[in-house]
């Protein structure tokens, strides 16, 4: 019998099959040991740099604009995921045995479930307004005013927690006999959940959110081709078209890594229906589930450079912020010699003075 810790319908590792069918045992040997330390690596990466994202969206001096909010949701989304993969990189490293405790099982993987439904919504937020921007910039709209869009991310954050729901109910702590460790999984009173939740993330995920940003990249992208034949280099026309060049680079990062994550997750809802059960299929099955997913994880580690490499909107901002911290020393050299030239002036001023009264 195969058993995984998140009855194949979860973005969280999960725990490898145990059953007569697989013969793979080295390479799951192999992977295990990876893992803990890929997770790790992704973990730190992601904090520092999700961390600096955040530190200049907020201690930037100008008011945040529309952009810079849903960017900014977007980086606490990584922020929340990277925070949470160090629990699981333990739990590997001994073997897939959940030494948290109940609460932190369901906490974890409910953070790491939001992560993935309010990243895909952000996008779509920040798509839309890339367009309204650009394609409709003379069409006034609440959405293109921060305050909304502060509300619009809170409803987001609240939509991401109600689709996770199923993870905070049926997520639980057993002990696996099959394995000899007390697991953290996803126990399904009814394996009619597996389809559903694999239904909730295609749908949610991929088959509504695709439409909307495919449309509006495409006249983005043909509104910044435009703009360039005209030669539009209004200071307004170039900060949007550098805001979207960052989102356009964010969002093929984001379907390359989360792309194969939604392909696997239709053929396990092929394979709750039985369309093929040899042993080559269930191997496949196993090896992508772990693969995709951890291609996933990588995406909350790589939106902070893209922010440096592309952003140079944000590089801007990042190099305004950092002025803001110089050594004191340096701000007293320089009201120093102000204060020290405004003396010498007023000295001379006094002599001229003088002088004048002498001749007179």
Request: contains cysteine; glycine residues 4%.
């Amino acid at each position: 019998m195969k058993m995984t810790s998140n009855g194949s319908a979860e973005v969280s590792p999960t725990l490898y099959p145990v059953d007569n069918c697989t013969n793979n045992a080295e390479f799951w040997e192999l992977l295990s040991s990876l893992q803990p330390i890929y997770l790790s690596l992704i973990s730190i990466v992601g904090l520092l740099g999700n961390g600096f994202v955040l530190c200049v969206f907020c201690l930037q001096r100008k008011s945040c604009s529309v952009p810079d909010v849903y960017l900014g949701n977007l980086a606490v989304a990584d922020l929340v995921m990277v925070t949470c993969l160090p629990f699981w990189a333990v739990t590997i490293a001994y073997d897939f045995d959940w030494v948290f405790g109940m609460p932190l099982c369901k906490l974890v993987n409910v953070a790491i479930s939001m992560n993935y439904f309010c990243s895909v919504l952000f996008l779509v937020l920040v798509s839309v307004d890339r367009y309204l921007a650009l394609v409709k910039p003379m069409r006034p709209s609440c959405l293109r005013r921060a305050p909304w869009a502060k509300r619009i991310c809170l409803v987001i954050w609240l939509l991401g927690l109600l689709l996770s729901l199923p993870v905070l109910l049926f997520r639980t702590v057993e002990y696996v006999p099959e394995a000899g460790v007390s697991a953290c999984f996803l126990a399904y009173p009814h394996q009619g959940w597996r389809v559903q939740r694999n239904v909730t993330i295609n749908v949610v995920g991929f088959l509504v959110p695709l439409p909307i940003v495919a449309f509006c990249t495409c006249h983005i992208l043909k509104a910044l081709r435009n703009s360039g034949q005209l030669g539009v280099a209004a200071p307004g026309m170039r900060n949007e078209r550098k805001a979207t060049q960052l989102v356009l680079a964010v969002l093929i990062i984001f379907v390359i890594c989360w792309m194969p994550y939604q392909i696997v997750r239709a053929l396990d809802t092929m394979d709750y229906f039985r369309v093929t059960t040899s042993c080559l299929w269930g191997d496949f099955m196993d090896v992508s589930e772990q693969l995709v997913t951890y291609l996933a994880y990588s995406n909350s580690a790589i939106n902070p450079f893209l922010y440096v490499i592309v952003g140079k909107h944000f590089r801007k901002k990042a190099k305004a912020v950092l002025k803001q911290f110089r050594p004191f020393r340096s701000k007293d050299n320089a009201s120093l010699s102000v204060n020290v030239s405004s003396l010498s002036r007023e000295t001379q001023r006094i002599s001229f003075n003088r002088l004048d009264k002498r001749m007179c």
